[in-house]
């Protein structure tokens, strides 16, 4: 007989009420579905009546369900409630090898009575159907039981000590106002970060570069320093510090000893208010200069200095906060419709060259302003960092794209590929030569992040 687990639910229901009751209630559903399906099919078009002979086919099938629920219960109505057998109906679903042999395989082994077939039959069912609900197996519940009587039955014997008067005296009694120390530490919002690399590499430099330079071997020193403040709420601070300084020598050159190949000193701060979840109303500040004086080979003149030039681009707009792919990408964008550009010149004679009128130190103007900062680590060992940096005052633009691969082959040793092109219409254009700059290197060293 198959009887499903809904049927054993059914039959604890119909033990609680009158059976008369229960099964008036059925006849009466029968006859009631009976007549709604007459009253349907006598109203609707004779084009949809082929649905309607589909519902009462249904509807038969339902009845005969019900029949055959009505005499399960009949069948296990018959026996005693109070049978123990009925435990593992209720107990926590344990796997019997009797009930798949008794139902599958045709054995009589655990099956006396019909009752015991119409459990292992619900039992079966529940095997098939649910495998996952199956807690427990009999092997397991003997393995447990066989522990069990292996533990020594020897009594434990402690000594106890009877205390006549446990409770303390009012001389021991404790004091109701003993002082308590309270330490609050307040929360620190501020992360500090860094990168540091010491790389050696080759270098090679396009004929206009800005800030020359010649084809070599040389090494470089990079330190970037984060300092961030973010309270979790509204507002967040951040500042990084660049500075990068490269070093080569050159046998063509026989007037300087050392010349320098990368000379970078830079300050980026942002001021946030959050906006929603990811963007920020932000004002922005982006201060660079270098360290040392810039030379070309066999060549005297100084081409670049500290503070020559000196560009300060303060910004108010919107920065979008990025953080994806569990944060393998990560970075800002940052969009200000309102940007002013401060141009300083130490040295008047490189005015002209950097776009100044002749014989003034300072230029300003204004215009807008977008700016990106992304990094992309996909895995441990590869690492990809760019900076994107456009300003335009819709007469001249300038445009500078970094790009820093980093490949790790260890935690201290990696090697780099710099890739910096660049775009600048406010300078003085060099003879035979466009707008476009282009600046590479490849290198190979020491680096620590922390």
Same mark, same amino acid.
């Given at each position: 007989?198959?009887i499903?687990?809904?049927s054993?639910?059914y039959?604890i229901f ?7 009751? =229960?099964?008036?209630?059925?006849r ?16 609707l078009p ?11 086919d ?7 369900r *019900?029949?055959?629920?009505?005499r399960s219960?009949d ?7 109070a ?5 593992? =109906?209720?107990a926590?679903l ?27 039959g619900?039992l ?6 649910h495998?996952d609900l199956?807690?427990t ?17 020897k009594?434990?014997?402690r000594?106890v ?15 109701t106002?003993?002082?308590v120390m ?7 919002f ?17 004929a206009n570069?800005?800030k020359?330079?010649e084809?070599? =071997? ?14 979790q709420?509204?507002i ?9 300084v ?6 063509s ?8 190949t990368s000379?970078?000193?830079?300050y980026?701060?942002k001021?946030?208010?959050q906006?929603t979840?990811?963007?920020y109303?932000?004002?922005?500040? *982006? ?15 100084v ?11 303060s910004? *108010? ?15 800002s ?13 130490s040295?008047?004679?490189l ?14 103007d204004?215009g807008?302003?977008?700016?990106a ?8 060992k590869?690492?990809?960092?760019t900076?994107?940096?456009?300003y ?37 254009k ?6 476009w700059?282009?600046?590479?290197? =490849?290198?190979l060293?020491f680096?620590?992040?922390?």
């Amino acid at each position: 007989m198959e009887i499903s687990t809904f049927s054993i639910f059914y039959y604890i229901f119909a033990t609680n009420f009158p059976r008369n009751v =229960l099964f008036n209630f059925l006849r009466i559903m029968k006859k009631t579905l009976f007549v709604v399906a007459i009253t349907i099919f006598s109203i609707l078009p004779i084009n949809a009546q082929s649905l309607v002979h589909h519902y009462i086919d249904s509807l038969a099938v339902c009845k005969a369900r *019900i029949d055959s629920l009505q005499r399960s219960l009949d069948s296990l109505r018959s026996f005693n409630a109070a049978d123990s057998r009925y435990y593992r =109906l209720f107990a926590p679903l344990t796997f019997y090898p009797e009930v798949s042999g008794s139902v599958m395989g045709g054995s009589n082994i655990g099956v006396n009575t019909e009752l015991d077939g119409t459990i292992n039959g619900i039992l079966m069912q529940n095997y098939l159907v649910h495998p996952d609900l199956v807690e427990t197996t009999v092997t397991r519940l003997h393995n447990a039981a066989s522990v069990a009587e292996q533990a020594p039955t020897k009594p434990v014997q402690r000594k106890v000590e009877v205390v006549k008067d446990a409770a303390p005296s009012k001389e021991e009694a404790l004091p109701t106002d003993t002082p308590v120390m309270l330490e609050i530490f307040k929360p620190n919002f501020w992360k500090f970060s860094g990168d540091y690399n010491l790389q050696f590499m080759q270098n090679h430099f396009s004929a206009n570069w800005y800030k020359s330079g010649e084809d070599n =071997l040389s090494a470089v020193g990079n330190v970037i320093l984060r300092m961030n403040y973010n309270n979790q709420q509204k507002i967040k601070f951040e500042n990084m510090l660049e500075m990068k300084v490269g070093i080569q020598t050159s046998n063509s050159d026989t007037v300087h000893t050392l010349k320098t190949t990368s000379d970078l000193l830079r300050y980026t701060g942002k001021l946030g208010l959050q906006a929603t979840k990811k963007w920020y109303y932000t004002f922005q500040v *982006i201060a660079s200069t270098q360290f040392v004086r810039g030379y070309k080979s066999n060549d005297t003149y100084v081409y670049s200095d500290f503070f020559s030039p000196l560009e300060v681009n303060s910004s *108010i707009g919107m920065d979008y906060t990025i953080d994806a792919y569990q944060r393998k990408l990560t970075g800002s964008l940052h969009i200000a419709p309102i940007a002013h550009n401060f141009k300083h010149v130490s040295r008047l004679a490189l005015s002209t060259r950097y776009g100044l009128p002749e014989g003034r130190n300072n230029k300003d103007d204004w215009g807008s302003q977008f700016n990106a900062n992304i990094t992309w680590k996909p895995t441990d060992k590869f690492k990809w960092s760019t900076r994107f940096y456009a300003y335009t005052t819709y007469s001249r633009a300038v445009i500078e794209w970094e790009n820093t691969f980093s490949f790790a082959f260890s935690r201290y040793i990696s090697a780099q590929v710099f890739l910096y092109p660049r775009f600048d219409d406010g300078v003085q254009k060099m003879e035979n030569h466009s707008y476009w700059q282009f600046k590479e290197y =490849l290198s190979l060293g020491f680096s620590y992040s922390m």
